[in-house]
């Protein structure tokens, strides 16, 4: 059974920096999609950045593109989301996900595509 944990939230003053950790667990497999969602309240869960395992190809939603940076470790069990120039807009819980076993996806950071969360992480940027 995968499992994953996310750790590394807090609260930030807008134009900090913060870095996300997910450690994984139970994943037997090689090529799977990977990555991070968020949802804050009253909004729905959206893509912020995720990884194609097989190709390493990494997709962000335009929101975050050029302040975050995914990344995953050598032994490819644990994932990393940097987050620098925070706004206030980015407050939300943020998961980590993990497909089952896929082939190639034309819509890398839709939630349907994600099999297995964790339980979240909060981050608060405050103005």
């Known amino acids: 059974q995968v499992q994953l944990v996310e750790s590394g939230g807090g609260s930030v003053q807008a134009g900090g920096s913060l870095r996300l950790s997910c450690a994984a667990s139970?994943?037997?497999?090689?090529?799977?999609?990977m990555g991070w969602f968020r949802q804050a309240p009253g909004k729905e869960r959206e893509g912020v950045a995720t990884?194609?395992?097989?190709?390493?190809?990494?997709f962000y939603a335009d929101s975050v593109k050029g302040r975050f940076t995914i990344s995953r470790d050598n032994a490819q069990n644990t994932l990393y989301l940097q987050m620098n120039s925070l706004k206030p807009e980015d407050t939300a819980m943020y998961y980590c996900?993990?497909?089952?076993?896929?082939?190639?996806?034309?819509?890398?950071?839709?939630?349907?595509?994600?099999?297995?969360w964790g339980r979240g992480t909060q981050v608060t940027v405050s103005s």
């Open positions: 996900a993990t497909s089952r076993s896929t082939g190639y996806s034309s819509r890398p950071l839709a939630m349907f595509i994600y099999d297995y």
């Open positions: 139970g994943v037997t497999y090689s090529n799977y999609y």
């Open positions: 990884v194609y395992t097989f190709s390493s190809s990494t």
